[in-house]
């Protein structure tokens, strides 16, 4: 908590298979064992069902970018109730996946093919290009760290 109940909210983005659930489960333990409070949440967690999901094609990156997660549900369920004022009665979850039935770690967990440049990693791929373009995440960080060897993460860029 910071000064006057305010809430320190930290994001972790980056393309599908980066690492980035690894990093947040291991910057959540570090604070944590600080003794400060953590609540950790992940978007993956905020799917909208198939139907939505692959309404463009199973194959879409555009689809994979415009559909994949319930932006909304996510901002009225984690970040609006840990935002100034807010009640900090939170959704931790939206959608389970595997009821409804990104890249070498992205294979090693999913199952997917290894190499970015093959075409059934063209939905994710190219959806990361589409993101990163509409929204350049890596301008509006606060903090850019480099996730590629997850022994020796380094520091990019801070603002502060």
Same mark, same amino acid.
């Given at each position: ?10 994001? &972790?983005?980056? =393309?599908?298979?980066? %690492? ?7 910057? @959540?333990?570090? &604070?944590?064992?600080?003794?400060? =409070? ?24 555009? %689809? ?13 369920? &984690? ?39 093959? =075409?059934?990693?063209?939905?994710? &791929? ?7 373009? @509409? ?5 509006? @960080? ?19």
């Amino acid at each position: 908590m910071r000064r006057g109940g305010d809430c320190l909210r930290v994001a &972790v983005d980056g =393309p599908d298979g980066s %690492g980035k659930t690894t990093f947040a489960d291991e910057l @959540a333990a570090a &604070v944590r064992a600080l003794g400060r =409070p953590v609540v950790r949440v992940s978007l993956d967690d905020f799917h909208h069902v198939r139907a939505v999901r692959y309404r463009q094609g199973r194959e879409s990156p555009e %689809g994979f970018w415009r559909d994949s997660y319930d932006y909304q549900r996510f901002r009225d369920g &984690v970040l609006d109730p840990f935002a100034p004022g807010g009640t900090r009665r939170y959704r931790p979850l939206a959608h389970d996946l595997g009821t409804d039935v990104t890249a070498k770690r992205m294979a090693r967990r999913d199952g997917t093919n290894p190499d970015p440049a093959h =075409p059934a990693m063209r939905r994710y &791929v190219e959806a990361q290009r589409i993101y990163f373009a @509409a929204c350049s995440p890596q301008q509006r @960080a606060d903090i850019l760290i480099d996730n590629e060897d997850l022994e020796t993460q380094r520091i990019i860029r801070t603002t502060s």
